[in-house]
């Protein structure tokens, strides 16, 4: 798709297999890495995180996709960012009783994936939920996700060494809270998410620079009134 609308590929290029759900696309300013969830080949099924290379022309180079995470278990909604010259991915794991949040990096290069099958983010005592968001800016990565009625996140290094020991709070309340999300812009994070109860949801966001700290002494509230969707 151009800058000027035009969609340049019909048909579409077709990037996965059988069963492929869950699409995150990336870029690093010129080629893109694309990644997915997708039923596996073990017995019983799992369901197993891919990704390929996609250049600016539209090859594909990853043709089989590169198996990223292969556990036993269901792994889904993968979602992916660029900076400091790697790609990052995170995705659910479910593979146990508590939902986790892992993540690996990608190499543009060669798409070998650091380390196989990925790494834990979240601690594996608590069950996390709408873990789909991550981006990255002044020389982090931040995923964030939900956890007992709380927004927090955890920050990775392009290096893939976390910088926080543990995840910390962004924002909590005793209000139900859903899909968080947050993109970089201006040198910070934004973070936002919807709360409250059904029918009476509010939009919410905060500022968080790239040191986990806010910037914001409370959340802005951007949806005021009636029900929000998302």
Known sequence: LTTQGVVLDTPPIVIGGTYAIGHSVATNGTDYFVA???????????IDIYGTRVSASGAVQDLNGIPICTRQGTQDMPTTAYGGGTYYLTWQDKSTSNTKLY????????????????HPISQASASIKASRSLAFTGGHFLAVWEQAKAIVGRRIQPSGTFSDATHFTIYQSP?????????????????????GPSGSELSKTLRVTPAASLVDTAPITFALTGKVYY
Do not use: C, I, M, Y
């Open 36 to 46: 997915w969830a997708r039923e596996g080949t073990s017995s019983p099924p799992t």
């Open 175 to 195: 209000a139900n809270k859903w899909l968080p999300s947050v993109v970089s812009g201006t040198g910070v994070f934004h973070v936002s998410w919807t709360e």
């Open 103 to 118: 993540g690996a990096r990608v190499s543009p290069q060669t798409g070998a994936v650091s380390p196989p099958d990925g």
